[in-house]
């Protein structure tokens, strides 16, 4: 796959010379000629790469190598948002059938990109890993509000949801941490226990709160701390969170690595460690290819 980083790489021009006379600007590491065709009064494309050397703003081209032309090249039809690299690989890979290997695009900002053969496996799958109630889960809400605003659009990733609902525990002899939950049984922070055989579904500071508030009762306990837990686990490089502060930050859990958030972070907070994230994984993905 061709997916230039930034877009400031990529030079458009309707006026091709393919002897290569003309100097060009020093950030140009593609070209996109456009022509009309003749026959059909459309518009043609082709995508070159730009070898050049010299220095200063202008540089002199030694090379154009095409990396695609003719009826491998189509252009989108609708202007996206050229940052969104997840997105443009998505559409390309969709738009790439038949001879069509090229797709051409246009910001809102009117700048052009392209993607040359999208290979949807460069795109990072990051899972997040959470329990509800509430629903959507809090920290579900939090990522898609972070990835609607375009923030993660460079990161090249795509989110998916593992949350574990709750509400499969509720019962009268059921006992969570904390009523803001909603779920129906007891709770820890306000309710009064007297009896033996409640099951506790929380993480452990539940259950040392439990200990300490009933030390003579018998119970059995579900937990559902990520670190911990038979039911709240990982399937893939994954971003959750947890109610110790001091877990926070890059993890391996389940042999995934991953990272945790303070139950109460910030947006922030979270997109920062997910960028962090996103980071680790690229560098230890190039690692492993390097190796001999």
């Known amino acids: 796959m061709i997916f230039p980083e930034e877009y400031k790489h990529v030079g458009v021009t309707k006026s091709f010379c393919s002897d290569t006379e003309k100097p060009i600007y020093f950030l140009t590491n593609y070209l996109i000629a456009e022509k009309e065709n003749p026959q059909t009064g459309s518009s043609e494309y082709a995508v070159y790469n730009v070898k050049k050397s010299g220095e200063g703003l202008l540089r002199k081209v030694e090379a154009l190598e095409a990396i695609a032309s003719g009826k491998e090249v189509v252009k989108y039809d609708r202007d996206l948002n050229i940052k969104d690299r997840t997105l443009l690989i998505e559409t390309a890979k969709k738009l790439c059938t038949g001879k069509v290997n090229t797709v051409i695009f246009t910001g809102v900002d009117r700048h052009v990109t392209f993607v040359h053969d999208p290979d949807l496996s460069s795109i990072l799958e990051l899972e997040i890993l959470d329990v509800a109630p509430p629903h959507p889960s809090w920290l579900s809400l939090v990522v898609r509000r972070?990835?609607?605003?375009?923030?993660f659009g460079d990161l090249q990733v795509r989110f998916t949801e593992k949350v574990i609902d709750l509400r499969r525990f509720e019962g009268k002899n059921?006992?969570?941490p904390c009523s803001?939950?909603?779920?129906?049984?007891?709770?820890?922070?306000s309710d009064v226990l007297t009896e033996n055989?409640?099951?506790?579904?929380?993480?452990?500071?539940?259950?040392t709160l439990f200990e300490m508030r009933f030390p003579e009762l018998e119970y059995s306990f579900v937990n559902i701390c990520p670190f911990k837990?038979?039911?709240?686990?990982?399937?893939?490089?994954?971003?959750?969170?947890?109610?110790?502060?001091?877990?926070?930050?890059?993890?391996?859990?389940s042999g995934f690595d991953g990272a945790v958030v303070h139950w109460g972070?910030?947006?922030?907070?979270?997109?920062?460690t997910i960028r962090k994230l996103?980071?680790?994984?690229?560098?230890?993905?190039?690692?492993?290819?390097?190796?001999?």
Do not use: M, W
Request: hydrophobic letters at 35%; one cysteine or more; aromatic letters at 4%.
């Open 180 to 189: 803001a939950s909603g779920l129906e049984g007891k709770c820890l922070d």
């Open 229 to 253: 837990s038979e039911v709240v686990v990982p399937s893939k490089p994954f971003i959750t969170r947890c109610c110790r502060s001091e877990n926070s930050g890059l993890v391996k859990i």
């Open 278 to 292: 996103v980071s680790s994984l690229r560098q230890t993905s190039e690692n492993l290819n390097i190796q001999p």
């Open 265 to 272: 972070a910030s947006e922030y907070q979270v997109a920062e």
């Open 197 to 207: 055989g409640h099951l506790l579904v929380g993480c452990e500071i539940s259950k």
């Open 174 to 176: 059921t006992v969570f």
């Open 146 to 151: 972070l990835e609607a605003s375009g923030i």
